[in-house]
């Protein structure tokens, strides 16, 4: 099949065009690199079954031939991200989510979208299930990102009803593993780097926040299960084994032999979420799906990668 990822040139997308090739599929990245990067595709270059197109997808989206499926993972995805980027955030949910439909609409294509576990926001119910509607602030600066993706959740829903378009939703809960950005802001390449070059983990609060970490290829899985199937609602994917954030930390400074421990600062920013962790319970149902890399072992992956693209740049010896 020929499969458009749009986002193709970031931490998620680049693992989706690995996979898809890998399948046999014909890929096609697209990109406007403003936090994509072409690293993350470099070794696809001449590829005879991959193309990458720069374009931003808030614009008029074309692609000559036949496409059989669209994933639509365009997006700044983190904090330091949407909060410097929150006009592109808020476009590429509605512009570009839009624009992708289109495209889905005029070749016959079945769509997935990228949505996220902070379209829950702050939850008041735990574990998060599809069916709780959230509790999120429109107003305050995480806004943006949960707006965009609670808005790009309700067009491709109105694009199945109105349009008859083969919509799947993914809400993808915290992932990480190798191509991560460095400067994503988020905990795990912040942690890592930190503990690799011997400093004390920043931990904002009081360390008892949860979060639940899934390894990339776990959700390629999870992602690639939800594309070939029929659900068109919306599928948690995510680790559902809860962590809190310190608890995180001496995991990590265990792992690398990092003995400056933690320091502990005030919460950047409002609305940051207190508990995270998703109810699988459909995605085992409907996908037969699971997550199979516990954390020490997709962070024995991760942590020398980190170490790698560290030493190459020259930040560590």
């Known amino acids: 099949m020929r499969i458009l990822i749009t986002g193709g040139a970031g931490f998620l997308g680049s693992h989706l065009c690995d ?46 031939g036949a496409l059989d499926a669209i994933l639509h993972f365009a997006s700044p995805a983190s904090p330091v991200d949407y909060l410097e980027l929150p006009i592109q955030t808020l476009k590429v949910g509605a512009l570009g989510t839009h624009k992708a439909l289109g495209l889905a609409r005029a070749t016959g294509a079945r769509f997935l979208l990228a949505s996220t576990s902070e379209v829950y926001g702050d939850p008041q119910i735990h574990p998060q299930s599809e069916s709780y509607y959230g509790h999120v602030n429109p107003i305050g600066p995480r806004g943006v990102y949960d707006e965009a993706k609670r808005f790009a959740e309700a067009m491709t829903m109105a694009y199945h009803r109105s349009h008859g378009v083969a919509t799947r939703i993914v809400r993808i809960f915290n992932t990480y593993g190798p191509r991560m950005r460095l400067r994503d802001g988020r905990v795990v390449p912040n942690f890592i780097q930190q503990a690799l070059r011997g400093e004390p983990l920043t931990v904002y609060g009081d360390g008892a926040q949860t979060r639940s970490f899934q390894y990339v290829d776990d959700l390629v899985e999870g992602i690639t299960r939800l594309l070939w199937s029929d659900e068109v609602e919306p599928v948690n994917i995510g680790n559902p084994t809860e962590s809190t954030v310190l608890g995180f930390a001496e995991t990590i400074n265990a792992l690398t032999g990092n003995t400056a421990g933690v320091i502990f600062r005030d919460l950047r920013t409002r609305d940051d979420p207190q508990v995270r962790q998703p109810d699988i319970d459909k995605a085992r149902r409907i996908l037969g799906w699971q997550p199979q890399i516990d954390l020490v072992a997709g962070l024995r992956r991760t942590i020398p990668w980190f170490r790698d693209e560290l030493r190459h740049r020259g930040e560590l010896a």
């Open 19 to 64: 996979r898809f090739l890998a399948d046999g599929h014909d890929v096609i990245a697209m990109d406007n690199l403003i936090t994509g990067s072409t690293a993350n595709i470099a070794h696809l270059a001449g590829h005879d079954r991959f193309r990458f197109i720069k374009h931003d997808v808030t614009d008029y989206i074309y692609v000559e």
